[in-house]
């Protein structure tokens, strides 16, 4: 064999191995993308549909800031398009970018892209009136990246519809999958933020009962810019020659989704699991009935009447712990300071043990501008979980020692 034949095969070599190593990564990602998008939309779907067919709508402000108001029929309707367009957008989102189905079912390709482009106008377009007309939580900077991320779903819905009318199908393709990704923003931070925690070992940079500060702004601007810049570097790879810059690609797409894996397992456990749990608990929840009767009879009526169904009615309702934390912060960040210490309170008495009672009864005096409780509650939930480092970075803002 020649010098130059023997350079040539090397090339060669390395080439395909680039090539092989740069699909292998992007299929590895969307495989990882689209069973955790399932998973979430798994839990979506069996939450608010169980919730709703058992006449439990107040459960859908659980997870969402005015998921049902009552009076609002407007409003309600705008949620219900924006949680149906998510499962849509996921579920076609995945058929859609599977090379099998355009060669094997080119008609349904199109009619499922046609529901695809559909579901991501409405989607955000229903994510807008959410935001700037039903209000949501969060500061003027997440709800400007947030509008910018549905900006940019407009903007790419429109290009990949213009250059598929064109039959352009290279650049459609680009951005069809630039569409994709930008899409998947509100997927992609639920995923993102556990990994956060991890990371920085607590909630850095976020308010949890506000859910604002400098932390979630990055957040908020990451889950669409991050997987946006895999994106272009996959489609830069791929359009320019070179060995070197496809192998570069691959490997950053291998250790994004090596984190997006860690992320979709940690959201998995904490949040879409629990969910799925909720929306198949056939008991009612506790939350409903002590906050009709706060609106009724006050905070009192309220606690009196938890002790009396606990010991009368404990199969028939949820009694669960997140039950009194989660209704204690809805309380909480409806500035109800009373009610929410109240029913924050009722929890510690409920689950003595739990460290996460003494930190949210903690969270709700420090707001309430009790310090010394705040103090108090904090350094509980500390000595029962050492490795708290949120409930030391809060004694540490209150200045205790």
């Not at 090339?11 to 998973?39: C, E, N, P």
């Not at 995945?94 to 409405?122: D, E, I, T």
């Not at 290009?159 to 569409?179: G, I, S, T």
Request: overall charge positive.
């Amino acid at each position: 064999m020649s010098t130059m034949a023997a350079v040539s095969q090397v090339r060669f070599g390395t080439k395909w191995s680039a090539d092989a190593a740069l699909k292998g990564a992007a299929r590895f990602w969307f495989v990882l993308v689209v069973l955790g998008q399932l998973v979430f939309a798994f839990s979506i779907a069996s939450f608010y549909i169980s919730t709703a067919a058992r006449g439990e709508l107040s459960q859908w402000n659980k997870f969402m800031t005015h998921g049902n108001v009552a009076g609002q029929p407007i409003g309600n309707g705008v949620v219900v398009v924006h949680l149906v367009g998510v499962v849509l957008l996921i579920v076609c989102g995945a058929l859609q970018l599977v090379p099998q189905v355009l060669r094997r079912a080119p008609k349904f390709h199109r009619w499922n892209g046609r529901v695809y482009l559909v579901s991501a106008l409405s989607l955000s377009a229903a994510g807008m009136y959410m935001l700037w007309v039903r209000g949501t939580v969060g500061g003027l900077g997440v709800h400007m990246a947030t509008t910018t991320n549905v900006v940019l779903i407009w903007v790419c819905a429109g290009m990949a519809l213009r250059y598929a009318l064109q039959r352009d199908f290279k650049r459609h393709r680009a951005w069809a999958l630039r569409l994709y990704v930008v899409s998947l923003g509100g997927w992609f931070i639920r995923v993102l933020f556990p990994l956060w925690i991890v990371v920085f070992r607590g909630p850095l940079g976020v308010d949890l009962t506000t859910l604002t500060g400098p932390g979630l702004l990055i957040l908020t601007y990451g889950e669409y810019l991050v997987p946006l810049a895999a994106v272009e570097l996959y489609l830069r790879a791929q359009a320019r020659p070179g060995a070197a810059r496809r192998w570069a690609a691959a490997v950053v797409l291998f250790v994004l989704t090596l984190g997006m894996a860690t992320g979709t397992v940690l959201a998995t456990a904490g949040s879409w699991v629990p969910t799925t749990k909720i929306a198949f608990d056939s008991r009612k929840p506790i939350s409903d009935v002590l906050d009709a009767t706060i609106k009724q009879s006050g905070l009192a009526a309220a606690v009196a009447q938890y002790h009396a169904l606990k010991t009368t009615a404990q199969a028939t309702y949820n009694f669960d712990e997140s039950q009194l934390n989660d209704f204690g912060y809805v309380l909480l960040r409806a500035k109800k300071y009373p009610e929410a210490i109240g029913i924050l309170a009722l929890n510690v008495e409920a689950y003595p043990k739990s460290a996460n009672v003494y930190d949210s009864l903690g969270e709700a005096y420090m707001d309430a501008g009790d310090r010394a409780e705040a103090i108090a509650n904090y350094r509980r939930s500390v000595e029962m979980n050492p490795k708290s480092s949120g409930g030391r970075k809060m004694l540490e803002r209150l200045g205790a020692r």
